[in-house]
Protein backbone atom coordinates (compact mmCIF):
# COMPACT_ATOMS: atom_id res chain seq x y z
CA UNK A 1 0.00 0.00 0.00
CA UNK A 2 1.62 3.50 -1.17
CA UNK A 3 1.72 6.14 0.85
CA UNK A 4 2.79 10.08 0.89
CA UNK A 5 6.41 9.27 1.07
CA UNK A 6 6.21 6.28 -1.81
CA UNK A 7 4.66 8.69 -4.06
CA UNK A 8 7.04 10.63 -6.77
CA UNK A 9 6.00 13.27 -9.47
CA UNK A 10 8.29 14.82 -11.53
CA UNK A 11 7.58 17.67 -13.79
CA UNK A 12 10.01 17.05 -16.65
CA UNK A 13 11.48 20.04 -17.86
CA UNK A 14 12.23 19.52 -21.99
CA UNK A 15 12.09 16.55 -24.20
CA UNK A 16 12.65 12.90 -22.79
CA UNK A 17 15.39 11.61 -25.36
CA UNK A 18 19.14 10.50 -25.84
CA UNK A 19 20.21 13.44 -23.78
CA UNK A 20 18.01 13.52 -20.79
CA UNK A 21 16.82 9.63 -20.63
CA UNK A 22 19.94 9.16 -18.88
CA UNK A 23 19.70 12.02 -15.88
CA UNK A 24 16.07 11.20 -15.68
CA UNK A 25 17.00 7.74 -15.86
CA UNK A 26 19.42 7.41 -12.82
CA UNK A 27 16.40 9.95 -10.39
CA UNK A 28 14.27 7.72 -11.00
CA UNK A 29 15.95 4.25 -10.01
CA UNK A 30 17.26 5.86 -7.02
CA UNK A 31 14.15 7.05 -5.53
CA UNK A 32 12.79 3.49 -6.48
CA UNK A 33 15.33 1.66 -4.77
CA UNK A 34 14.78 4.04 -2.02
CA UNK A 35 11.23 2.62 -1.74
CA UNK A 36 8.94 4.85 -4.30
CA UNK A 37 6.30 2.69 -6.03
CA UNK A 38 4.52 5.42 -7.57
CA UNK A 39 5.73 7.94 -10.03
CA UNK A 40 3.88 10.69 -11.86
CA UNK A 41 5.58 11.85 -14.75
CA UNK A 42 4.22 15.59 -15.41
CA UNK A 43 4.64 15.99 -19.22
CA UNK A 44 3.42 19.57 -20.34
CA UNK A 45 6.68 20.59 -20.77
CA UNK A 46 7.45 17.78 -22.77
CA UNK A 47 7.42 18.03 -27.18
CA UNK A 48 9.17 14.93 -27.67
CA UNK A 49 9.37 11.56 -27.03
CA UNK A 50 12.44 9.45 -28.58
CA UNK A 51 12.78 6.09 -28.66
CA UNK A 52 15.32 5.72 -26.03
CA UNK A 53 12.72 7.86 -23.98
CA UNK A 54 9.70 5.35 -24.76
CA UNK A 55 12.03 2.57 -23.25
CA UNK A 56 12.99 4.26 -19.90
CA UNK A 57 9.02 4.74 -20.04
CA UNK A 58 8.38 0.94 -20.46
CA UNK A 59 11.12 -0.27 -18.41
CA UNK A 60 9.80 2.08 -15.28
CA UNK A 61 6.66 1.01 -15.75
CA UNK A 62 7.47 -2.35 -15.37
CA UNK A 63 9.70 -2.45 -12.63
CA UNK A 64 7.07 -0.54 -10.83
CA UNK A 65 4.19 -3.12 -11.32
CA UNK A 66 6.38 -5.99 -10.21
CA UNK A 67 6.78 -3.95 -6.74
CA UNK A 68 2.92 -3.62 -7.03
CA UNK A 69 3.26 -0.06 -8.03
CA UNK A 70 2.26 1.89 -11.18
CA UNK A 71 3.38 4.60 -13.52
CA UNK A 72 1.41 7.32 -15.22
CA UNK A 73 1.83 9.74 -17.89
CA UNK A 74 0.22 13.35 -16.93
CA UNK A 75 -0.13 16.96 -18.96
CA UNK A 76 0.57 14.82 -22.16
CA UNK A 77 0.36 16.97 -25.80
CA UNK A 78 -1.09 15.52 -28.67
CA UNK A 79 1.66 14.95 -30.66
CA UNK A 80 3.57 13.05 -27.75
CA UNK A 81 0.24 11.16 -27.17
CA UNK A 82 0.27 9.83 -31.13
CA UNK A 83 4.22 8.53 -30.20
CA UNK A 84 2.83 6.64 -27.39
CA UNK A 85 0.13 5.44 -29.13
CA UNK A 86 2.84 4.04 -32.20
CA UNK A 87 4.39 2.45 -29.69
CA UNK A 88 1.37 1.05 -27.45
CA UNK A 89 2.15 1.80 -24.64
CA UNK A 90 -1.27 3.73 -24.08
CA UNK A 91 -2.53 0.28 -23.85
CA UNK A 92 -0.85 -0.43 -20.51
CA UNK A 93 -0.06 2.54 -18.86
CA UNK A 94 -2.10 5.22 -17.69
CA UNK A 95 -1.82 8.75 -19.87
CA UNK A 96 -4.04 12.04 -19.02
CA UNK A 97 -3.86 14.17 -22.24
CA UNK A 98 -3.13 17.62 -21.70
CA UNK A 99 -6.68 19.22 -21.33
CA UNK A 100 -8.70 20.27 -19.03
CA UNK A 101 -10.33 17.54 -16.94
CA UNK A 102 -14.71 17.66 -17.87
CA UNK A 103 -16.56 19.41 -15.82
CA UNK A 104 -18.35 16.50 -13.73
CA UNK A 105 -22.25 16.17 -13.73
CA UNK A 106 -23.86 17.06 -10.41
CA UNK A 107 -25.35 14.41 -8.51
CA UNK A 108 -28.86 13.67 -8.94
CA UNK A 109 -30.03 13.96 -5.31
CA UNK A 110 -32.98 11.37 -5.81
CA UNK A 111 -29.79 8.77 -6.15
CA UNK A 112 -29.49 6.42 -3.59
CA UNK A 113 -25.84 4.89 -2.85
CA UNK A 114 -25.04 1.61 -4.33
CA UNK A 115 -23.24 0.82 -0.46
CA UNK A 116 -21.83 3.86 1.85
CA UNK A 117 -19.31 3.11 4.18
CA UNK A 118 -18.39 4.71 7.22
CA UNK A 119 -15.40 4.58 9.96
CA UNK A 120 -13.48 6.77 12.74
CA UNK A 121 -10.18 7.08 12.09
CA UNK A 122 -7.92 7.48 15.23
CA UNK A 123 -3.85 8.14 14.18
CA UNK A 124 -2.91 5.31 15.54
CA UNK A 125 -5.21 3.41 12.71
CA UNK A 126 -4.27 5.19 9.62
CA UNK A 127 -2.58 2.86 8.10
CA UNK A 128 -5.26 0.29 8.70
CA UNK A 129 -7.87 3.48 7.51
CA UNK A 130 -5.59 3.11 4.33
CA UNK A 131 -5.74 -0.52 3.57
CA UNK A 132 -9.41 -0.10 4.27
CA UNK A 133 -10.17 2.05 1.43
CA UNK A 134 -8.36 0.34 -0.97
CA UNK A 135 -9.84 -3.20 0.10
CA UNK A 136 -13.52 -1.08 -0.42
CA UNK A 137 -12.47 0.96 -3.80
CA UNK A 138 -11.27 -2.57 -5.01
CA UNK A 139 -15.32 -3.33 -4.76
CA UNK A 140 -16.57 -0.76 -6.65
CA UNK A 141 -16.49 -0.86 -11.08
CA UNK A 142 -13.15 1.09 -11.14
CA UNK A 143 -10.41 0.23 -13.11
CA UNK A 144 -7.55 -1.28 -11.28
CA UNK A 145 -5.36 1.76 -12.30
CA UNK A 146 -8.53 4.10 -10.89
CA UNK A 147 -8.97 2.49 -7.67
CA UNK A 148 -5.18 2.84 -7.02
CA UNK A 149 -4.85 6.79 -7.64
CA UNK A 150 -7.90 7.23 -5.60
CA UNK A 151 -7.06 4.86 -3.01
CA UNK A 152 -3.76 7.46 -2.91
CA UNK A 153 -5.56 10.59 -2.90
CA UNK A 154 -7.75 9.09 -0.01
CA UNK A 155 -4.96 8.72 2.08
CA UNK A 156 -3.94 12.23 1.34
CA UNK A 157 -6.68 13.70 2.43
CA UNK A 158 -6.84 11.00 5.86
CA UNK A 159 -3.35 12.02 6.50
CA UNK A 160 -3.84 15.84 5.89
CA UNK A 161 -6.67 15.66 8.13
CA UNK A 162 -4.74 13.71 11.10
CA UNK A 163 -1.70 15.81 10.76
CA UNK A 164 -3.35 19.21 10.93
CA UNK A 165 -6.88 18.63 13.19
CA UNK A 166 -7.65 16.82 16.57
CA UNK A 167 -7.57 12.86 15.29
CA UNK A 168 -10.14 11.98 17.13
CA UNK A 169 -12.33 13.41 15.01
CA UNK A 170 -11.40 12.47 11.59
CA UNK A 171 -14.15 10.92 9.36
CA UNK A 172 -13.90 8.89 6.27
CA UNK A 173 -16.77 8.46 4.48
CA UNK A 174 -17.08 5.89 1.00
CA UNK A 175 -20.28 6.12 -1.59
CA UNK A 176 -20.47 4.07 -4.64
CA UNK A 177 -22.87 5.26 -6.88
CA UNK A 178 -24.08 4.11 -10.20
CA UNK A 179 -21.50 6.51 -12.04
CA UNK A 180 -19.23 7.89 -9.47
CA UNK A 181 -17.28 6.79 -6.28
CA UNK A 182 -17.48 9.58 -3.66
CA UNK A 183 -15.07 9.72 -0.54
CA UNK A 184 -15.36 12.38 2.19
CA UNK A 185 -13.16 12.44 4.96
CA UNK A 186 -14.05 15.12 7.26
CA UNK A 187 -12.09 17.03 11.20
CA UNK A 188 -13.25 18.50 14.08
CA UNK A 189 -9.76 21.16 12.99
CA UNK A 190 -10.54 25.37 12.63
CA UNK A 191 -11.79 24.76 9.18
CA UNK A 192 -10.35 25.37 5.90
CA UNK A 193 -11.57 26.44 2.32
CA UNK A 194 -10.23 26.17 -0.94
CA UNK A 195 -11.98 27.57 -3.92
CA UNK A 196 -11.61 25.02 -7.15
CA UNK A 197 -9.28 27.09 -9.08
CA UNK A 198 -7.66 28.55 -6.61
CA UNK A 199 -3.77 26.99 -5.61
CA UNK A 200 -3.11 25.55 -2.11
CA UNK A 201 -0.93 27.65 0.13
CA UNK A 202 2.83 26.37 -0.06
CA UNK A 203 5.42 26.15 3.07
CA UNK A 204 8.48 28.34 3.27
CA UNK A 205 11.43 26.26 2.20
CA UNK A 206 13.04 28.06 5.32
CA UNK A 207 10.28 26.81 7.25
CA UNK A 208 9.90 24.04 10.06
CA UNK A 209 10.33 20.61 7.89
CA UNK A 210 6.99 19.69 8.42
CA UNK A 211 5.60 23.24 7.05
CA UNK A 212 7.81 22.54 3.85
CA UNK A 213 5.44 20.18 2.42
CA UNK A 214 2.18 21.75 3.16
CA UNK A 215 0.19 22.21 0.35
CA UNK A 216 1.46 19.18 -1.62
CA UNK A 217 -1.43 16.76 -0.68
CA UNK A 218 -3.95 18.85 -2.14
CA UNK A 219 -1.84 19.47 -5.43
CA UNK A 220 -1.80 15.11 -5.22
CA UNK A 221 -5.37 15.05 -4.49
CA UNK A 222 -6.14 17.02 -7.61
CA UNK A 223 -4.02 15.04 -9.71
CA UNK A 224 -5.23 11.67 -8.48
CA UNK A 225 -9.32 12.54 -8.70
CA UNK A 226 -11.67 14.17 -10.66
CA UNK A 227 -12.97 16.72 -8.48
CA UNK A 228 -11.61 17.90 -5.62
CA UNK A 229 -13.86 19.69 -3.26
CA UNK A 230 -12.27 21.57 0.38
CA UNK A 231 -14.97 23.78 2.38
CA UNK A 232 -15.65 23.95 5.58
CA UNK A 233 -18.16 21.81 7.69
CA UNK A 234 -21.49 23.58 7.46
CA UNK A 235 -22.18 22.00 10.95
CA UNK A 236 -19.57 22.28 13.88
CA UNK A 237 -16.04 22.99 13.34
CA UNK A 238 -13.81 21.09 10.89
CA UNK A 239 -13.11 20.88 6.98
CA UNK A 240 -14.99 18.38 4.72
CA UNK A 241 -12.97 17.17 1.96
CA UNK A 242 -14.98 15.51 -0.88
CA UNK A 243 -13.39 13.30 -4.14
CA UNK A 244 -14.72 12.28 -6.59
CA UNK A 245 -13.96 9.29 -9.34
CA UNK A 246 -15.88 9.10 -12.53
CA UNK A 247 -16.02 5.61 -14.30
CA UNK A 248 -17.73 3.59 -17.21
CA UNK A 249 -19.96 1.06 -15.80
CA UNK A 250 -17.84 -2.77 -17.24
CA UNK A 251 -21.50 -3.36 -19.53
CA UNK A 252 -20.46 0.06 -21.40
CA UNK A 253 -16.74 -0.23 -21.44
CA UNK A 254 -17.39 -4.02 -23.35
CA UNK A 255 -19.43 -2.22 -25.73
CA UNK A 256 -16.78 0.59 -26.13
CA UNK A 257 -14.16 -2.44 -26.81
CA UNK A 258 -16.49 -4.33 -29.64
Excluded at 23 to 42: D, K, M
Excluded at 45 to 55: A, N, Q, R
Excluded at 108 to 130: C, G
Aim: aromatic share 4%; net charge negative.
Amino acid sequence: MATASDILVIPLEGDLDVASVPRVRSYLEQRIAEGCTRVILNLACTEYVDSLGMGLILATARRLADRGGQLSLICVSDDVYRMLCICRLVDFIPVRRNAPKPAIPALDPMVLPVWKSTMRVPAEQLQAARRRLEELLARTDLTPDEAFDLTLAGGEALGNAVDHTCAEGVLLTIAAYPDRVVIEVTDCGDGFELPAGEEPPCGSSEGAPGEIERGRGIKLMRMLADAVDIRRKTTGCGTMVQLVKLFTPPAARAVAKD
